[in-house]
């Protein structure tokens, strides 16, 4: 009787293992989705795409096991606009957030709370930098406006709160242990965001002794003069000479700017300066100066025999040290992740995007920051990790943009994407089941007069050419060969040896600003609310 017994038991297992088989032949299990999105993370700076500035293993992993993509893009170069079309799949002047001072509707619809709906687990964890709590999200951590690099302030579902520790760290922390409290029998999405790299740069005390003696090789257009460029790029506020911070960015303390003469960019640098550090306990900050204080001496002592050109060269890798040493965190954290999701068996199922809110410049034409619609500014990293269904090593150079997001992941999820979504799912165009794709996107930046004053503009971008329309207090258009010319350096918007392809840009640009519902009516009601606030 106790063998029968057995045997009976063991034909009941085995029938279930069948029976569950069968029912995932015929509904899949439904993917996981974590999407990492750093804060103004130029693809330059990821080691995978060949430019040899830093090493980012564990991105670059990402890479070899996925998807890199070479011409991703962002609609609107800035942090909160560039979230809000993530959220929402609609270009700034639909969903409203047009610029970081404009309010976001968090009432309006987002994938999240489609997914959420679905039966998906969603969590928010770091930085949004948009007013309000956040909705979709059966949790959130999120940092207020830019958040701080040290001890920073969370607002965790609706409660503030401050964290000891490193922002990077603590955001990479708090999403591993909402893994680990989630429900198993559900899907889940997680928004992993960090603070990182974004102004002003302050690297995790591990980082700063080897990143300040890093030797980072000048960009080909760091000297730029803006020779055949128009009115935008001669008189935007982002030279790293003219226009960085001494205090805040360069790390120069206030009393020996005072020392040396140097004055304040802009007003809140010194206070900048003061508050960033003066988060630190008095252990970390003794850490700090350890590592800086002999690197100020130093400039100190030369400063007064400087050129301009040695000021520039100086200038250049102190932003470039700080910067990078910010980013090795991120690629621990992205280590750090993988190594759990691998040891939960959750590496297959569980689709994995690396991006940033928009690309960023290196020192490439003299600058700092983004903005533009110039290819540094507009391209931003794009990795995509699922074993399921990309093959490993995969490239593709096709033009997809922040819009496509959304869609994207509904569509992994099995969930209907609204008519109203502006983007398109890049699905099968990663897994190599379409070649077609759109030729053609759109661009518009709105925050002008404002800090960097990098005038309004719009355009649009082929695989090969690029018009923008630069306006509000100018009226002038550029034209770039992106083959011939891959620095844009030379606008030809006037050599009639392009008359043809720039008749042929207008009439797409149109086309384009008709497909996706804009107009000039549009800029001047976000301008009148821009300036009333």
Not at 12 to 23: D, E, G, K, V, Y
Not at 314 to 321: I, K, S
Request: glycine share 4%.
């Amino acid at each position: 009787m106790k063998s029968y017994s057995l045997i009976s038991s063991f034909l009941i297992q085995l029938l279930c293992i069948i029976s569950l088989q069968a029912q995932e032949s015929v509904s899949p299990k439904r993917p996981n989705i974590i999407f990492i999105m750093s804060d103004d993370h130029a693809y330059q700076a990821i080691s995978a795409y060949g430019h040899n500035l830093n090493k980012t293993p564990n991105i670059d992993q990402l890479a070899e096991e996925g998807a890199l993509f070479t011409r991703a893009t962002v609609t609107n170069s800035l942090c909160a606009p560039s979230r809000a079309v993530l959220l929402t799949g609609k270009h700034s002047f639909i969903n409203g957030k047009v610029d970081n001072v404009s309010r976001f509707d968090w009432n309006q619809d987002n994938f999240p709370k489609l997914l959420q709906k679905a039966g998906y687990q969603t969590a928010l964890i770091g930085k949004i930098h948009m007013d309000g709590l956040p909705q979709g999200f059966d949790h959130s951590a999120v940092l207020i406006d830019q958040g701080e690099y040290y001890n920073p302030n969370f607002i965790i579902n609706g409660q503030k709160k401050q964290l000891k520790g490193y922002v990077t760290d603590l955001t990479t922390d708090m999403a591993i242990q909402w893994l680990k409290d989630r429900q198993i029998d559900q899907p889940f999405c997680l928004l992993y965001h960090q603070k990182a790299p974004h102004r002003e740069w302050l690297p995790a005390l591990r980082h700063i002794k080897e990143y300040t003696q890093l030797k980072v090789k000048e960009p080909a257009t760091l000297y730029d003069d803006y020779h055949g460029r128009g009115t935008a790029a001669k008189t935007a506020e982002m030279n790293i000479l003219k226009d960085m911070n001494w205090a805040a960015d360069n790390k120069v303390p206030p009393h020996i700017m005072d020392e040396l003469g140097l004055k304040e960019r802009l007003d809140w640098d010194k206070n900048a300066y003061k508050n960033n550090l003066g988060r630190m306990t008095e252990e970390e900050r003794a850490a700090w100066d350890a590592v800086y204080n002999p690197i100020i001496e130093k400039f100190k002592a030369e400063y007064p025999s400087m050129s301009a050109q040695e000021q520039m060269q100086w200038r250049y890798q102190r932003y470039m040290q700080d910067y990078l040493g910010c980013i090795a965190s991120i690629d621990e954290g992205v280590g750090k992740l993988m190594a759990y999701l691998k040891a939960n068996n959750l590496s297959d199922n569980t689709i994995i995007v690396y991006t940033s809110d928009q690309g960023f410049y290196l020192g490439e034409h003299g600058w700092f920051d983004k903005r533009f619609m110039y290819e540094e500014s507009l391209r931003t990293p794009l990795i995509v990790r699922y074993p399921k269904e990309i093959k490993a090593g995969t490239r593709i150079d096709k033009l997809v943009q922040n819009l496509d997001f959304a869609p994207t992941f509904l569509d992994y999820a099995g969930v209907d994407i609204p008519s109203d979504m502006q983007g398109a799912s890049f699905r099968k165009l990663v897994s190599n089941e379409i070649s077609s794709w759109r030729d053609a996107i759109y661009y518009t930046y709105y925050e002008y007069p404002s800090i960097h004053m990098v005038k309004r503009h719009y355009g649009i971008r082929t695989e090969r050419y690029k018009l923008i329309y630069f306006y509000y207090d100018v009226d002038e258009w550029e034209l770039y060969d992106l083959k011939n010319d891959p620095q844009e350096l030379n606008n030809v918007y006037n050599d009639s040896n392009y008359a043809d392809i720039k008749k042929d840009l207008h009439a797409r640009l149109v086309e384009l600003r008709k497909q996706y519902g804009d107009s000039d009516e549009h800029d001047a009601r976000f301008l009148k609310a821009y300036l009333k606030n």
